[in-house]
């Protein structure tokens, strides 16, 4: 069984005390690689790669997040802006490209 079966992106994890959320799992010759964002005020904004090999993992249950939910929808959200990963925004571009220039 490979090891990225073991964390899945949208997975918030504990590692070095902190909360990331994974936003990536691949492989690579030593294992899993994972690439998370933090979530917790310390990491916030802050990208990071792990790797279960090396680190300590901690995955979180879901039913446990409570309260940071919206912040993972928000993370997440920001994530999918950045990467132009939404409806409304590739809507808007196809919109922006088809009108004409007016001088």
């Known amino acids: 069984?490979?090891?990225t079966n073991t964390?899945?992106?949208?997975?918030?994890?504990?590692?070095?005390?902190e909360e990331w959320l994974v936003t990536s799992v691949d492989e690579s010759s030593d294992g899993a690689?994972?690439?998370?964002q933090g979530l917790s005020d310390l990491v916030r904004g802050h990208?990071?790669?792990?790797?279960?090999?090396?680190?300590r993992i901690t995955l979180n249950d879901p039913r446990?997040?409570?309260?940071?939910?919206?912040?993972?929808?928000?993370v997440v959200a920001a994530a999918a802006l950045r990467t132009g990963r939404t409806a409304?925004?590739?809507?808007?571009?196809?919109?922006?490209?088809?009108e004409p220039d007016r001088l």
Not at 64 to 74: K, Y
């Open 88 to 98: 409304r925004h590739r809507s808007s571009r196809r919109s922006r490209a088809a």
């Open 33 to 36: 690689v994972l690439n998370a």
């Open 1 to 3: 069984m490979s090891s």
């Open 47 to 55: 990208d990071a790669v792990f790797y279960p090999s090396l680190d």
């Open 64 to 74: 446990e997040l409570g309260a940071q939910v919206g912040e993972v929808a928000r």
């Open 7 to 17: 964390f899945a992106p949208g997975n918030v994890v504990v590692v070095r005390d």
